[in-house]
């Protein structure tokens, strides 16, 4: 009932940028936070960042400093504008909302992936 459609991915080399997007469509009334992850082959899916309802802004180590986590609510969409980018941030890059539908349940829903790959 709720589908988030991410664009943005892509093949960049070190030091270069990216910006991802992830939009939310369906019966929403409210979201209440969207996050970024990431999973790189062979390895555990991770949060990369997280936006609050109110814009409150949550970051893994590794990418402090060099990526940026945005909203549009009035879109119901999410951004993730990554800088500097090293060859291992090389992940797909999954997005994940949580909010109310207009049926009063709590949904959570994820996005189909996007590859990021940094390399020269």
């Known amino acids: 009932q709720v589908q988030l459609v991410e664009s943005g991915g892509g093949l960049v080399q070190p030091g270069g940028s990216l910006r991802l997007s992830c939009a939310a469509s369906?019966?929403?009334?409210?979201?209440?936070?969207m996050r970024w992850y990431r999973q790189a082959p062979g390895q555990q899916r991770e949060l990369v960042a997280h936006?609050?309802?109110?814009?409150?802004?949550n970051y893994v180590d590794s990418v402090k400093g060099r990526f940026t986590i945005s909203r549009d609510n009035a879109k119901n969409t999410v951004y993730l504008q990554m800088n500097s980018l090293k060859p291992e941030d090389t992940a797909v890059y999954y997005c994940?909302?949580?909010?109310?539908?207009?049926?009063?349940?709590?949904?959570?829903?994820w996005g189909q992936g996007t590859q990021v790959t940094v390399s020269s």
């Open positions: 369906g019966s929403i009334i409210s979201i209440n936070f």
């Open positions: 994940n909302a949580v909010g109310l539908t207009t049926t009063k349940s709590i949904f959570d829903s």
């Open positions: 936006v609050g309802s109110a814009g409150s802004t």
